[in-house]
């Protein structure tokens, strides 16, 4: 079943019920919900799905990495991503990471494309796919502004260059909209991200140092679960049904 209760989540969206809580990404839940309304409510499906999706991740890597190295660079860090991705233990869960492990790569290999290229409209599949990972991982709702300002300095001043961001930029909002009007009519707060977004944000900033091979081993892990319940959403009223 995996771990988030995404499970849980997904059943009650195939079954009609809504998406209830701004905590996590509804992306991986509407995921499983689509498989249930093509093949039935089995929960093997949407983990077949996703691992022939991750299988597709040292192909498109190799394509990645092929145009700045040696053809032998590029297989071998198609084989090394293949053989020991963490991935290949959470595809067969119910969990989001492996489907967001494929919309990362895909943003990566059609923003090269669209740089190599000059493809206006590649930067724009680019955009939706990185404004649809943090739909998965909210972590990576940092990616595609760190993309922006990373081209903008790498790149000559042109309007090219602020064409092609330009319109990355607005199908990675396009991608992010939908959750952030949701969130807005619901809580009356801009969040491109769920609430647990800081959350796990500051996960990253455990696992480095004499901790890299495990954030369990930082004693500022001991701050990770709260002594009480509590939202972040501080300034709307408690609702009691």
């Not at 929960?43 to 022939?52: R, Y």
């Not at 860090?77 to 494929?102: H, M």
């Not at 990770?224 to 709307?236: H, L, P, Q, R």
């Amino acid at each position: 079943q995996g771990i988030d209760f995404y499970q849980d989540r997904g059943r009650a969206l195939f079954r009609g019920e809504p998406f209830a809580t701004a905590d996590y990404p509804w992306g991986y839940a509407y995921f499983i919900a689509a498989c249930y309304s093509v093949f039935g409510e089995r929960a093997w499906v949407p983990l077949v799905v996703q691992a022939l999706a991750n299988a597709t991740v040292p192909l498109l890597l190799y394509h990645l990495v092929r145009p700045l190295t040696t053809r032998r660079t590029a297989v071998l860090a198609a084989l090394l991503t293949g053989l020991f991705s963490f991935n290949t233990v959470y595809v067969s869960t119910q969990a989001s990471d492996s489907i967001c492990t494929v919309l990362f790569i895909g943003s990566l290999l059609c923003f090269s494309l669209g740089h190599r290229r000059r493809s206006v409209w590649l930067f724009a599949i680019s955009g939706l796919l990185a404004g649809a990972a943090p739909q998965f991982r909210p972590n990576m709702i940092l990616w595609p502004v760190a993309v922006i300002v990373l081209y903008l300095a790498l790149q000559p001043r042109s309007w090219r260059t602020l064409v092609r961001v330009t319109m990355f930029a607005a199908f990675v909002g396009l991608a992010l909209s939908p959750w952030v009007v949701r969130t807005y009519q619901l809580t009356g707060l801009l969040m491109p991200t769920t609430t647990r977004g800081g959350e796990q944000l500051w996960y990253g900033t455990l696992q480095v140092g004499p901790y890299l091979e495990s954030r369990a081993h930082n004693p500022r892990t001991a701050f990770k679960s709260a002594a009480f319940d509590y939202t972040s959403i501080v300034e709307m009223p408690i609702d009691v049904w």
